[in-house]
């Protein structure tokens, strides 16, 4: 019984003192520097985007996933889901190429919003998969008239 209350006593004091619970804190969320299209095919709703991101961390981040979705004008209008083993160097940046998933339905209605309203707002939220947890990335900003247009461009390709 001594021993059982020992071993309890353990695992409570490791589970109390766990790093877990100040994780969250010490790791910084990477950040979203720039993202590029690299390529749409419409035919089959698939796109892949180059993510550059900044670690701000003192220590690398080894990456195993990473997951989200893309907003237009608050409509989600796509997903994201890569797999791999990459690691984001401490105070470093890297590309990430990620494929993405695009819902044309949504799009359709959210590319209609952006014409009547003339505001292209884009908001990526998502997460990285890691050994140390799941680190979310979040990364927002409004389009110009030029990506606008190419846009457009790629909207009306769909409906065809």
Request: aromatic share 10%; no cysteine.
């Amino acid at each position: 019984m001594k021993n059982l209350f020992v071993i309890a006593f353990i695992v409570f004091n490791f589970m109390t003192s766990s790093h877990a619970e100040i994780l969250p804190e010490s790791v910084l969320s990477p950040e979203v520097v720039n993202i590029k299209l690299k390529s749409f095919t419409a035919e089959e709703n698939r796109a892949v985007l180059d993510v550059t991101l900044y670690n701000p961390n003192d220590f690398k981040l080894p990456v195993r996933e990473m997951y989200g979705d893309i907003y237009l004008n608050e409509n989600a209008i796509a997903n994201i889901e890569a797999f791999g083993k990459k690691s984001l160097g401490a105070h470093e940046t890297q590309i990430f190429t990620v494929p993405v998933t695009v819902k044309p339905d949504e799009l359709t209605n959210a590319s209609s919003n952006v014409m009547m309203s003339g505001v292209a707002n884009y908001r990526f939220k998502g997460y990285m998969m890691s050994p140390v947890g799941e680190i979310p990335v979040e990364h927002q900003g409004q389009l110009t008239r030029e990506q606008m247009l190419t846009f457009f461009q790629a909207v009306i390709s769909i409906r065809q």
